[in-house]
T-cell receptor
Framework: DTGVSQNPRHKITKRGQNVTFRCDPI?????LYWYRQTLGQGPEFLTY????????KSRLLSDRFSAERPKGSFSTLEIQRTEQGDSAMYLC??????????FGPGTRLTVL | GIQVEQSPPDLILQEGANSTLRCNFS?????LQWFHQNPWGQLINLFY???GTKQNGRLSATTVATERYSLLYISSSQTTDSGVYFC???????????FGGGTRLMVKP
């Protein structure tokens, strides 16, 4: 059984560009979560899906952020018009119902 | 929302020493997990322990849910134990993990 995978692992972009990240959860995990971690801090929750339904979004998720999980399997997180403050590690996790969450390796975003 | 505090924030140990990391939380929880974050940023699951005691090799953890704290014990520390240890909780009314600020551990040879 493979773990959670994320692509790309690193992304460098210029301010104002759009970026998209992908997360593939552990197979048959129905819950998928996105978190963001800035340097020296613990991860912070952004949003989560149960199957294909996006059930909760954090106040951290501004209008420039959008997440989808179209078929209840992989998920994408898009950031439009990136800002330097968006530079962070974006982490994806999955779980089976209300159980233990398992994290992917993360996508490190640098906005120049 | 729920608050999670970890102590100490930083810890330096000599190889072979034992240590205890603490996690306090402000409300009832459904889920509590301990993670080790490696230098590449990967969060490695150590324990899923909403209550009780568990052991895995040199590591063990205890959660006393009624008193709202959890402890992570590391015995006979090794240099490979270095990194950041996070406690994360899922509140009874929540659907996501709330992380503490972490304990940064350095084990010297």
């Amino acid at each position: 059984d493979t773990g959670v995978s994320q692509n790309p692992r690193h992304k460098i972009t210029k301010r104002g560009q759009n970026v998209t990240f992908r997360c593939d959860p552990i197979s048959e995990h129905n819950r998928l979560y996105w978190y963001r971690q800035t340097l020296g801090q613990g991860p912070e929750f952004l949003t989560y899906f149960q199957n294909e339904a996006q059930l909760e979004k954090s106040r951290l998720l501004s209008d420039r952020f959008s997440a989808e999980r179209p078929k209840g399997s992989f998920s994408t997180l898009e950031i439009q018009r990136t800002e330097q403050g968006d530079s962070a590690m974006y982490l994806c996790a999955s779980s089976l119902h209300y159980n233990e969450q398992f994290f992917g390796p993360g996508t490190r975003l640098t906005v120049l | 929302g729920i608050q999670v505090e970890q102590s100490p924030p930083d810890l330096i140990l000599q190889e072979g020493a034992n240590s205890t990391l603490r996690c306090n939380f402000s409300d009832s929880v459904n889920n509590l997990q301990w993670f080790h974050q490696n230098p590449w940023g990967q969060l490695i699951n150590l324990f899923y322990i909403p209550s009780g005691t568990k052991q895995n090799g040199r590591l063990s953890a205890t959660t006393v849910a009624t008193e709202r704290y959890s402890l992570l014990y590391i015995s006979s520390s090794q240099t490979t134990d270095s990194g950041v240890y996070f406690c994360a909780v899922e509140a009874n009314a929540g659907n996501m993990l709330t992380f503490g600020g972490g304990t940064r551990l350095m084990v010297k040879p």
